[in-house]
Structure formats: structure tokens, C-alpha cells
């Protein structure tokens, strides 16, 4: 497990373009065969990836990080498949896991296995975890399950859709909110006009980009932005006084994960555009 350490506003401030990326770009994500994390000091969050093939992957603890002899001892977890179908199974308990489906599974679950149908034809399961104070159930949800909010507007370039999994009204959690964004055909803005909410991080999550299309995340304080580079299934951490909104070279899809010290999605402090620097 690799290990993330942040700044504060000051130090951002002050960072060369490598050093933004190795504190806030997560690269590595979705290695055939195996099982990819990065453990963050932005509210104690682990972002990861199992891309099962042949056989049976198993996401274990990093007991020296994480000081537990399971990996959901203190924690819960939501994950979302971006691959071919697949299978988590859960002390046990088998889940099949289409493309899109989400899997939430609370504090005190033993064992979490991945695996895929097909191993030609892989499932690519992507998670974060927080830490949780109580058990809840696992509960699983497709598509058709989460809440939709369709957003935007063809002359602002950001029509899009939200669909969201795990939130107050829908898969309960401690407080884990997750969920995906899907931009439409010719749409490439996201999370524009912009906000912050001081009271709990996110993880932005970056898919269906083909290799010649990228998009530059913006973050930071808003009256002095930084912006990354970020390609097809890489993902950026965010800190609870940053930003986070982007523009792409075409239009695409991200998982959107956040925690901290609530779950209201609608709590946000909004930042004008004429505001930003």
C-alpha cells in the first residue's frame, strides 16, 4: 500500500508541477492481476483497484498502515465496477457485479473477494474506504437503483448526468457518499461553477477517456488555482479547502467519493467564476 501525505494551503501554493502530482495524482490504478491502494491523510482514505483475472483476489489489510487484521476492522467501503462482470463475495456471500453496479459493504465484513467472469474480458472494480464508527449492511445497487440528477445545459458544455449510490436516501453508510458522473456527447465541463466543502474531502476518479484525451482538473484555493494533467482511469485526491472541477479534450465519466464529518450532498459553499484566479 503506498502512503499519501498532503499540505496545507500555504505549502500548495509552492508546488512544482511533480510534486502536486506525486501528493495528488493517484497513477496506478487497475493492474491486471492484482490489487492497487493508496492511503491518503485527507480524512484517512484509502483509493483502490482490483482487476481480477484468472483466479480469486483478496483485499486484505496492510497491517503495518492500517494496525488491523482485516481490512474493514474499523472501515467501510464503496465499489463500483468499470469492467466485464464480475463477483464480490462477502464472508461468503456471493454479489455479481454488471458494469456500473455498486457494492457498499460496512465496518466489520471479514473477507471481500474480486473476481470476473471472463478473465479475457476482466472485471475492473474501483473502491474507497474511509473509516467507520458502526456496522451497517452490504447492499448492493445497478444502475437503474441509484438517484439520477440530470444537470446542465448544451451552451454551458456541461450536461451531465449524477447518479448517486450510496447517500443518505439511498445505500446507507457511516460517511462514505459515492456515486458517478456521465457527461454527454459534446459536454466536457464538470463541477462548473465550482464549490468547496471544508467539511469533508473527495476523490475524483477519471474513466472512458480514450489514450489521446485527457482532462485538466483545477484545484486548490479559488482565488489561486492549480490544475493536473490527468488521463483515462487515474484519479485525484482532494482536500476539503480545495476545488476540484475539470474540462476535458472530449467528454467522459468519473466516480465521485466523498468523506469527512457529514454526508449532506448539497452541502456546499459555492465559489463564483469570476471569482477564480
Known amino acids: 500500500m503506498e ?12 508546488m512544482r508541477t511533480d510534486e502536486l502530482r506525486a501528493s495528488f495524482l493517484i497513477e496506478g490504478l487497475f493492474l491486471p492481476g492484482k490489487v492497487s491502494m493508496v492511503y491518503s491523510d485527507i480524512d484517512r482514505s484509502i483509493t483502490g483497484s482490483a482487476v481480477p483475472l484468472d483466479g480469486v483476489l483478496d483485499l486484505q489489510s496492510s497491517k503495518k498502515e492500517m494496525a488491523a487484521e482485516h481490512f474493514l476492522e474499523r472501515r467501510e467501503i464503496g465499489i463500483i465496477n468499470i469492467g466485464s462482470e464480475g463477483m464480490i463475495q462477502v464472508d461468503g456471500t456471493a454479489y455479481p457485479m454488471a458494469c456500473r453496479d455498486a457494492l457498499y459493504i460496512g465496518q466489520g465484513m471479514k473477507s471481500v473477494k474480486f473476481s ?50 450510496i447517500h443518505p436516501d439511498g445505500i446507507k453508510s457511516c460517511q462514505l457518499v ?33 489514450p489521446s484525451a485527457m482532462v485538466v482538473h483545477l484545484f486548490g484555493q479559488p482565488g489561486e488555482t492549480r490544475h493536473l494533467i490527468v488521463r483515462n482511469e487515474q484519479a485525484v485526491l482532494n482536500p476539503g479547502w480545495s476545488i476540484h472541477a475539470g474540462v476535458g479534450t472530449q467528454n467522459y465519466s468519473f466516480i465521485w467519493a466523498m468523506g469527512g464529518e457529514n454526508q449532506v450532498f448539497e452541502d456546499m459553499d459555492a465559489i463564483r467564476i469570476e471569482g477564480l484566479r
Not at 119 to 134: C, D, N
Not at 157 to 165: D, F, H, L, P, Q
Open 178 to 210: 459515492m456515486g458517478l458522473t456521465e457527461l454527454e456527447e459534446g459536454s466536457v465541463w464538470n463541477t462548473m461553477p465550482p464549490h468547496t466543502h471544508q467539511r469533508r474531502s473527495e476523490v475524483y476518479m477519471y474513466y472512458n477517456l480514450p
Open 3 to 14: 502512503v499519501r501525505f498532503s499540505t496545507d494551503p500555504a505549502g500548495f501554493r509552492r
Open 116 to 165: 470476473s467472469v471472463a478473465s479475457t474480458s476482466p472485471a475492473k472494480f474501483y473502491f474507497v474506504s474511509y473509516p467507520a464508527h458502526r456496522g451497517l449492511p452490504v447492499s448492493h445497487a445497478c444502475l437503474a437503483d441509484a438517484e439520477p440528477s440530470r444537470l446542465g445545459s448544451t451552451k454551458d458544455a456541461n450536461r451531465r448526468t449524477i447518479y448517486k449510490y
